[in-house]
């Protein structure tokens, strides 16, 4: 088990700006894909973005593209999610995992740790 825990979520008003960090325990971090998913009230989790080991690549879904990015400390063992303009409809718990198996980095299902998530309000 790898404990993950995320952080830095909290009340937003529209374009703002939001750092989220998530420290992943674990000596395999640097080669870790991580990624981060959201899930808004009423809806199934959906993909936000992930980074790779080293983290010179990236990808994003087109619903933040442009607004949010990633990037890691693998001394620290943290990942940071940066969102800026922020809008209402990225209101949602946040969560982030870890990726240590083959497959697609964009399906929830191919991660295998998860943090508890945390809380994102944008208010408009």
């Known amino acids: 088990q790898v404990p993950v825990v995320e952080s830095g979520g909290g009340l937003v008003q529209a374009g703002g700006s939001l750092r989220l960090s998530c420290v992943a325990s674990g000596r395999t971090f640097s080669s870790d894909i991580m990624g981060w998913f959201r899930q808004a009230p009423g809806k199934e989790r959906e993909f936000v973005g992930f980074?790779?080991?080293?983290?010179?690549?990236?990808s994003y879904a087109g619903s933040v593209r442009g607004r949010f990015a990633i990037d890691r400390d693998n001394a620290k063992n943290t990942v940071y999610l940066q969102m800026n303009s922020l809008k209402p409809e990225d209101t949602a718990v946040y969560y982030c995992?870890?990726?240590?198996?083959?497959?697609?980095?964009?399906?929830?299902?191919?991660?295998?740790?998860w943090g508890q998530g945390t809380q994102v309000t944008v208010s408009s």
């Open positions: 995992a870890v990726k240590r198996r083959v497959g697609s980095n964009y399906f929830e299902t191919n991660y295998d740790y």
């Open positions: 980074i790779n080991g080293n983290g010179d690549t990236s």
